[in-house]
């Protein structure tokens, strides 16, 4: 299993950007695609980004498309979402997440096998 924290968020005003890390245990890290998803409040879960093994394949959702950064750093274990022009619709608790050797992309979150606890991003207006 693949423990994952999230760090990052917190509040900042519409407008602003938003920085989000995700750090994983274990020597396997760089065998797994990983994705972040959101949910905010009586909402469901959504698909928002996720980055191939290597980094090379990288998939942003079509909805915040030329607002998101999504990288990996193989070698510090980590992934890294940055979210700019940020509207209060961004709000959300923000999970990253897992797909044990994938190769691909997965954009469907029955196939990432751990999740991060989630972090908070709170937007003003």
């Known amino acids: 299993q693949v423990q994952l924290v999230e760090s990052g968020g917190g509040l900042v005003q519409a407008g602003g950007s938003m920085r989000l890390s995700c750090t994983a245990s274990g020597p396997t890290f760089r065998n797994n695609a990983m994705g972040w998803f959101r949910q905010a409040p009586g909402k469901e879960r959504e698909f928002v980004a996720a980055i191939s093994r290597s980094g090379v394949k990288r998939y942003n959702t079509d909805s915040m498309k030329g607002r998101l950064i999504n990288s990996r750093d193989n070698g510090k274990n980590t992934v890294s979402l940055e979210i700019y022009s940020l509207k209060p619709e961004d709000a959300a608790v923000y999970y990253c997440?897992?797909?044990?050797?994938?190769?691909?992309?997965?954009?469907?979150?029955?196939?990432?096998?751990?999740w991060g606890q989630g972090t908070q991003g709170t937007v003003s207006s």
């Open positions: 997440a897992a797909a044990r050797d994938y190769e691909n992309i997965p954009q469907a979150a029955r196939y990432y096998d751990d």
